[in-house]
């Protein structure tokens, strides 16, 4: 198949590299330096996934439309990156692979005519630079539609990505948004410390913050009238019990995602965006919970202060220290 991926970063890479490699022919869109280096030297991968090299076509827009188009762009990068190639884009089908809750609705506003899917990812891939990427622990990716049961376009296309690499049809695509969104509160307090995720869980008091903000996202689901989405193990009735639970026994929950880690550095997608001194998608993870918290008339204190910090990292440039953060949340008494 002639296949698309917009935005050539750690998993636009990643997935680029497999579909060239299950026999697709590939082009992404990449700018700046990426684009030169991925025209003269391809994108090479490494890690869990093995030693490749694709050379696909690598332009800035899209001038032909392709049979499939997978969007690898950061949440806040999506709207300008599908309407800058809708044009072509708008009638193929879409596949949206995303953290956040709104990726799907972006590209279906923008491409009307086109049947928009979306994808989780659980991978966890380093972009070393232009064009090389890492990849530290490999994980199936889900794809699903809407709110609903599996439909005929979910298994088609689960089936055209699982040929490349490991890939779930899932029911109830919009609850596995939000069970993907509390599995990515592992971003905020990385980029916020400058540590790896497993550093930060292995931190008693930073497991603490965390372990408050995966809650807190559940909490705010629930009031939001959510059915939390099978994901890695995750699901409504687990999802819901862990809310319940006392901080002290819930931080169970970060100590098995970090033993499905291993060992190599997981930087987190967050402090990778600030080490290449990029603008995050924060206000698409904790951010987002703050908003929808706000839709239900609920309070989001912790999310509140992890979005805050962020922005705080990003317009200074210098992380926080252990320190510096447990002060910051002393006042909010987590437990």
Wanted: glycine letters at 10%; charged letters at 15%; proline letters at 4%.
């Amino acid at each position: 198949m002639r296949i698309a991926v917009i935005g050539a970063g750690a998993l636009g890479g990643t997935f680029a590299t497999l579909l060239e490699k299950a026999g697709h022919t590939v082009t992404v869109t990449a700018r700046g330096k990426a684009l030169g280096v991925i025209r003269s030297e391809g994108i090479h991968l490494t890690g869990a996934f093995g030693d490749e090299t694709a050379r696909p076509a690598a332009v800035e827009l899209l001038t032909e439309t392709p049979e499939l188009t997978l969007v690898c762009t950061k949440a806040q990068d999506a709207t300008a990156a599908i309407t800058a190639n809708a044009a072509v884009l708008d009638g193929s089908p879409v596949i949206v692979v995303q953290n956040g809750l709104d990726g799907v609705a972006t590209a279906r506003r923008i491409l009307p005519n086109s049947d928009c899917f979306g994808a989780l990812s659980i991978i966890a891939a380093n972009y070393a630079a232009p064009g090389l990427v890492t990849v530290t622990t490999p994980a199936p990716t889900y794809i699903g539609h809407d709110t609903g049961d599996i439909d005929a376009g979910t298994l088609a296309w689960q089936g055209v990505l699982d040929a490349a690499f490991p890939t779930i049809a899932t029911s109830n695509f919009v609850g596995a948004q939000w069970t993907k969104l509390v599995v990515n509160m592992l971003n905020a307090l990385p980029a916020v410390t400058g540590l790896s995720v497993q550093e930060v869980v292995d931190d008693a008091e930073l497991r603490r913050v965390l372990t408050a903000s995966m809650r807190e996202t559940v909490r705010v689901g629930v009031a939001r009238g959510v059915r939390f989405g099978a994901l890695q193990g995750l699901g409504d009735r687990r999802l819901r019990g862990f809310a319940g639970l006392p901080l002290s026994i819930g931080q169970l929950l970060p100590h098995l995602m970090r033993a499905r880690m291993g060992d190599v550095p997981n930087l987190g997608s967050t402090l990778q965006s600030l080490r290449r001194g990029q603008l995050t998608e924060i206000d698409h993870l904790n951010g987002v919970v703050v908003r929808e918290a706000a839709a239900a008339g609920v309070a989001a204190p912790v999310n509140t202060l992890l979005t805050a910090l962020v922005h705080e990292v990003e317009a200074t440039g210098h992380p926080l220290t252990r320190a510096e953060v447990l002060v910051r949340f002393a006042p909010l008494r987590l437990r």
